[in-house]
């Protein structure tokens, strides 16, 4: 079978997209004698190890069955251990995702009305975001960028004919540009692929730029997980891409080795393979986050999420209310990807969690919030949400916005979005800051500035929200009732009669605390 020039390019990208391949139907067509003359590497011989194990298709999970044995391997776990992780999160990287260097011209669409047009910012603080977003990437720059009017935000190139043609040639006239990033939340594949064909270069939307920035900063099994389920989007586009390139030459459309499926709906039921065991991993691992919740409420410990636009000092605020030293904040966007709980203490004494959460960004699609709904389900589960706002940013009331948006997109119960807590951050930023938001609590938690107020606050929405009880309750102090409720409750004030042996001891305790101590001493 003979390829043009062109088949064998897509052929070649479409081998790069799949570097662990699982069945033998595609290892049939992918290590064919001509097609790997075409990929230009050697067939593998009858009962050989896959020749693809190493370079970019080296993979864990491919297993060859001998010509001769006539025998199937069994399926494996559906749950994927440590090294398949880190394997497949290293291997399936987006285009650019790992170690390369960009030179970027960012384009910001600026609609001028319609559903898409943004009412609570500017065409030019967008812009700013954009650049702020490439700049967190390392060896990324920008080069250039340009905000380009557009009535049409919706159609495949996004701006009329004439605004297109002068973006093109800016473009193409800019010297050193390695990649163009469109600051739209989701570009569609036949827009992606038109852009790249009429500016010679890799293209990027908030989406794929937004994951490049999560991958840098993933660290556990979860967070990689996740990542790589927000990825399958962007495959399948890239396949959709290099399938329309094949198909132009009818090699997408042939049929492989008698399988009775094409090239295409081989690689499209690899991609839902794949995304079926990295839901089944989450599954598991979402699981066992419902046991560490149901054990941190078997000890009555509330939990506080802490919440907002990504870079506003979440971090940084969690570790002045706890003193937890091993807290590093790091000013850049998301920083954190992954939820930590930290304990600290309320001045009743009582004992909180605090969970640093993922931080949000305006315009991210639906998918990408999805794939982080395992880490995200922590904030629907709390006792309290704390919403901190960094009012030294031009676009405070617009992560406001965007913050509440998802959170009702998330169907965050209604309890907690009502008695959710409003934290201004970073007021020592703001020359001759005022509140002018009723009910919001103004702080500094690099300068620790307003954390009293804001305990105080968190104190009294828990002892609601918990259903605990303030109460005076007479101990004997020959017994071990005071030490008790030490360990079981949260002790306010200690009133001793050394006279009578006796104390009135002032506690925030729950309920089932109240409980237990009523039957371990009663007619005491």
């Not at 967070?223 to 399948?236: D, G, T």
């Not at 309750?473 to 306010?492: F, R």
Request: glycine share 6%; hydrophobic share 40%.
């Amino acid at each position: 079978m003979l390829y043009s020039k062109s088949a064998v390019t897509a052929l070649r990208r479409i081998h790069s997209l799949f570097p662990v391949l699982q069945h033998r139907r595609a290892h049939t067509f992918l290590t064919s004698s001509a097609t790997c003359r075409l990929l230009r590497r050697p067939p593998r011989a009858v009962g050989a190890t896959c020749p693809l194990r190493s370079g970019a298709f080296s993979h864990s999970a491919c297993r060859w069955k001998n010509a001769g044995d006539g025998k199937e391997d069994e399926d494996e776990d559906d749950v994927i251990d440590d090294g398949e992780v880190e394997e497949l999160f290293q291997e399936r990287a987006p285009a650019g995702a790992l170690g390369a260097a960009h030179r970027v011209f960012v384009v910001h669409p600026d609609v001028k009305w319609g559903s898409r047009m943004q009412h609570l910012t500017t065409a030019e603080l967008m812009m700013a975001e954009a650049v702020g977003l490439v700049n967190t990437l390392d060896s990324w720059s920008v080069v250039d960028r340009v905000i380009m009017s557009t009535k049409t935000p919706e159609k495949k190139k996004i701006f009329g004919k004439g605004n297109f043609q002068t973006l093109t040639d800016r473009i193409r006239q800019t010297a050193g540009i390695t990649a163009v990033f469109v600051n739209v939340e989701r570009l569609s594949a036949l827009s992606e692929r038109e852009f790249e064909e009429a500016w010679g270069v890799k293209v990027f939307d908030r989406y794929s730029v937004v994951l490049h920035i999560f991958r840098r900063n993933a660290r556990t099994k979860e967070a990689k997980l996740q990542i790589s389920l927000a990825e399958i989007p962007l495959l399948r586009s890239r396949l959709k891409n290099e399938m329309a390139n094949l198909d132009q030459q009818g090699g997408g459309s042939r049929y492989i080795g008698g399988s009775g499926e094409t090239l295409t709906e081989v690689q499209q039921r690899l991609l839902r393979e794949r995304e079926l065991k990295i839901r089944s991993a989450l599954e598991t691992l979402r699981r066992k986050r419902r046991l560490l919740r149901s054990q941190r409420r078997d000890k009555e410990l509330p939990s506080v999420s802490v919440l907002g636009y990504t870079n506003c000092g979440k971090t940084t605020l969690i570790k002045a209310l706890t003193g937890d030293a091993g807290l590093q904040p790091r000013n850049q966007l998301f920083a954190t990807l992954d939820v930590t709980v930290h304990a600290g203490q309320l001045p009743s004494h009582m004992t909180v969690l605090y969970v640093d959460t993922i931080g949000f960004l305006s315009q991210l699609p639906h998918q990408l919030i999805d794939s982080f709904s395992a880490t995200l389900e922590d904030i629907k589960h709390s006792d309290l949400l704390v919403h901190v706002r960094d009012v030294s940013h031009p676009e405070t009331a617009n992560q406001k916005a965007n913050v509440l948006r998802v959170l009702e997109n998330m169907r965050v119960p209604d309890r907690l979005l009502s008695s959710m807590i409003e934290v201004h951050n970073k007021t020592d930023l703001v020359d001759n800051y005022r509140l002018t938001e009723p009910g919001a609590l103004p702080i500094s938690a690099l300068e620790q500035r307003g954390l009293d107020a804001l305990r105080a606050a968190v104190e009294e929405e828990l002892v609601a929200s918990t259903g605990k009880r303030v109460m005076d309750l007479a101990v004997d102090l020959g017994s071990p009732q005071l030490s008790w409720l030490y360990k079981e409750a949260a002790v306010q004030d200690v009133r001793v009669n050394a006279d009578e042996g006796s104390a009135v001891v002032k506690v925030i305790i729950s309920a089932a605390a109240y409980g237990r101590y009523r039957k371990l001493f009663a007619g005491r």
